[in-house]
């Protein structure tokens, strides 16, 4: 059965930067959580007033992305079935191993205080029973390299266009493959894609730029469809037919 | 074109009752929101510990159901396309008709914050610029027959069994089409689906329980991959093939 591992690239997840922890909005948001703002994560919704102090400013701070993408994850049937392992790699190279029996809260405030735990204690809940664990300054060529990829697909609006990742999958012959999904908002990767190993195939799910969302949605239930006919083809010639078919005219005679 | 309304049905989105306005896990959350309790919604998150006191606590105060399944929608390539409208039923009979232009916020906590304004105002962001809607005592039956369906299905655990509802779609002739979801995580629909006209057909994506959000982009997906193929074999059609092909075997000569 084929694995796959799904990645959320460069996504815009981080503790607020220590340039940023002592601008008023910080202080304020700090106060009010009762956290030091070393233990914050930074959220553009709250903190977009002390962005201009950071580069990169209209994209970062966007951990409700991760969070859309964990809950279409989590809750998919390829993992359900087993068949899909997560990671969130950030825009500083920290990796997030998500263990599929993990149950996020859907509860956006409760999930930011879980992940803000993690960056304390590195493993939640405890490290007999990590269901998720964090690790510093692992980049997506060392992440995807570790992961021992068959094929690795990047999902990427400059990409192949097709309508569906299941076409390009339907292809494939790897057994572990990797799919690559951008954790932020605009722009592209900062990553060097083109260092990945082995060498990536671009893809691309229309001309507009799709929230990410949207984009785990659609790639997901390609891949579920691609996977059921699959299934379906090899039962159908399993199956001798359950009732007697009518004879079918003779097309040639 | 067929046109596709989408309802979220029977959701778990609502003014904190009466009833449990004074209990001491409301007054603390109203406080520090600087909100009064009757102008707040209900949160499962939040407000668990006055649940006892309330019917249907299993389920109640699910506001974040609603934000998943807005944001999903309202990116799909249906609504950019103009082809979706999409409703929010509550289980109050509360209806909340959401342009498609509407751009929500992907952050939690101003979502909530917006939801909150509409129940105070009725429509946001103003009357000449109608994005959200909101209309009282509208039952479902009331709202589905105002949307002249032609054709109407509720997705259902118990429904038949489908792989995709596109299966279905294909044979449907309708140019009006209604799809239900409930906006619920436990439990069935509150609203008598045996009384909307047209009768509902019940699909089903599975035999386990899915989360809404995986409901809504499994059946925005297939809606998607079936009109794409329809479109496909249009202009299949239409088009001249683009090189000679061989001359067909003639079947019965």
Same mark, same amino acid.
């Given at each position: ?16 930067? +220590? ?11 700090? &106060? ?33 992305? #991760? ?11 390829? !993992?359900?079935?087993? =068949? ?5 790699? #950030? ?18 405030? &409760? ?30 060529? /060392? ?18 266009? !097709? ?24 722009? !592209?990767? +900062? ?22 969302? #949207?984009?785990? !949605?659609? #790639? ?24 007697? =078919?009518? /004879?079918?005219?003779? +097309?040639?005679?």
């Amino acid at each position: 059965m084929r694995q796959y591992y799904f990645i959320l690239a460069d996504s815009e997840l981080e503790i607020i930067p +220590k340039e940023i922890q002592s601008e008023r909005c910080v202080l304020n948001n700090a &106060r009010a959580r009762g956290k030091a703002p070393d233990k914050i994560l930074l959220d553009a919704s709250h903190h977009h007033p002390a962005f201009r102090r950071l580069g990169g400013s209209d994209r970062r701070g966007r951990p409700d992305i #991760t969070h859309f993408f964990l809950m279409l994850c989590l809750d998919s049937d390829l !993992s359900v079935q087993g =068949r899909l392992r997560v990671f969130v790699h #950030t825009r500083n190279d920290d990796v997030i191993a998500v263990n599929s029996e993990t149950r996020l809260p859907p509860n956006y405030p &409760r999930f930011i205080g879980l992940i803000e735990t993690l960056y304390e204690k590195e493993v939640v809940p405890s490290a007999e029973n990590a269901l998720l664990e964090l690790r510093h300054g692992v980049s997506l060529e /060392a992440l995807v390299a570790a992961l021992k990829a068959d094929e690795v697909y990047v999902l990427d609006v400059d990409g192949e266009k !097709s309508h569906t990742v299941a076409e390009m999958l339907s292809e494939s012959k790897g057994e572990r493959v990797v799919v690559i999904i951008g954790g932020f908002s605009k722009g !592209s990767y +900062k990553s060097d894609i083109s260092r990945l190993k082995p060498k990536p195939i671009h893809c691309s799910l229309g001309d507009r730029m799709m929230k990410v969302w #949207t984009v785990t !949605s659609k #790639t997901l239930c390609s891949i579920e469809m691609s996977e059921n006919q699959a299934v379906e083809a090899v039962t159908k010639k399993a199956k001798a037919p359950s009732k007697p =078919r009518r /004879a079918r005219k003779k +097309k040639e005679e």
